[in-house]
């Protein structure tokens, strides 16, 4: 979010490949493996506000449109996008004031994950859509200019983030992270900031145009504990065989290591991933919709509603337009509408 550089691999044609034609490749899989490693074992908080962990460069490409819409999906009479009310103080507010107590937001990140959250080479610091959010969270929270005197990064794997919110570990996940319904059976969201869609990153030689023209028994590489693993798992037809793995860095290794064919994401890390390698690819169409929202503990609804309000500020003064661009995502899209209609737990 190390290995040896891979030998000659196997394309699905059969046709081998040269070891060179691997090798810068190589160097910066080394690069993203040692970042996903630094980030295992620095999960606990160090310092004053981040967790070393080494990132690429940032994209030359943006995300594509999110797909159409599809039906609602229900969630006990809501939408799975619907969120709390929003409320600048609301009454009580033990999570706000935990944290306010403490004098630290407790954040969980990528550090892996260009354009929302990924290290900058050459400053070392966090940057992307994600943490800009977190940091206006934290002077929602402390006020002005408090955010790197406020906040502690914790950067985890896509694995780590329900886990960590159902524990208390962390206050909020920014992880671009998909809202649904089995998610909302354990944590709370934010209303939707971000729609993107899975894709497929395939090597850059490969004739398949769509996931369905892939052989049958395509080893395709997903992140445990994200939405891929549910969503090749409805290509019933192809026999696909998922590779989970921890932390989706590990699938752009796998790939050049011959462990994988495929890696099905959500387009923002598959484009991510292209840009890192000259011998990867993105195709095909949008195969889900990946709603992305900020998520909680179940309990502290008060911090949701703070988040909400926060969001829907600065959408209406432009900020969330000036985040946006700074971090190299499309303004001419308008961001998703906020629906806060979901009816606070009754005590």
């Known amino acids: 979010m ?6 000659p691999a196997t394309s699905s044609n059969g046709v081998l490949r040269s070891a060179g034609r691997w090798k810068l490749a190589a160097v910066a ?7 996903w490693s ?3 074992s620095g ?6 506000n981040e967790v070393p962990v080494i990132n690429g460069l940032p994209p030359d490409s943006l995300p594509s449109p999110p797909p ?10 809501f939408d799975a996008r619907a969120s709390y009310p929003a409320s600048a103080t609301p009454q009580p507010s033990p999570a706000v004031e935990r944290i306010r107590q403490r004098g630290k937001l407790v954040a969980g990140v990528s550090a892996d994950t260009l354009l ?17 959010l977190v940091r206006q969270l934290a002077i929602t929270i402390f006020g002005n200019n408090s955010a790197d005197q406020h906040v502690q990064f914790r950067v985890i794997t896509y694995a780590d983030r329900i886990p960590l919110l159902e524990s208390g570990a962390v206050d909020v996940v920014a992880h671009t992270m998909t809202i649904n319904c089995a998610r909302w059976n354990r944590i709370a969201f934010s209303s939707e900031y971000y729609s993107a869609g899975q894709q497929l990153l395939v090597k850059s030689d490969a004739k398949e145009k769509e996931i369905e023209e892939l052989p049958k028994g395509s080893r395709v590489c997903v992140p445990s ?26 699938c752009l290794v796998l790939m050049q290591q011959g462990g994988a064919d495929a890696v099905l994401s959500d387009d923002t890390v598959v484009k991510g991933m292209a840009r890192q390698d000259p011998y990867v690819k993105v195709i095909g169409r949008f195969l889900s919709e990946e709603p992305y929202g900020m998520g909680f503990n179940a309990q502290d609804t008060d911090l949701v509603q703070v988040v909400n309000a926060m969001l829907d500020a600065i959408r209406t003064d432009g900020t969330f337009d000036t985040l946006r661009l700074k971090n190299g995502l499309p303004t001419d899209i308008a961001p998703p509408t906020p629906d806060t209609g979901r009816r606070l737990p009754t005590a």
């Open 2 to 7: 190390t290995s040896a550089a891979p030998g």
């Open 225 to 250: 504990g994200g939405t891929s693993v549910e969503n090749l798992a409805k290509f019933t037809d192809n026999a696909f065989v998922a590779v989970p793995v921890d932390d989706i860095t590990q």
């Open 29 to 35: 899989a080394t690069a993203l493996v040692l970042a």
């Open 38 to 40: 630094l980030g295992q």
């Open 43 to 48: 999960r606990q908080v160090l310092g004053t």
């Open 68 to 77: 159409a819409p599809t039906p609602n999906e229900d969630c006990r009479g």
């Open 116 to 132: 929302f959250g990924a290290r900058d080479s050459l400053t070392g610091q966090l940057q992307g859509l994600d943490v800009d």
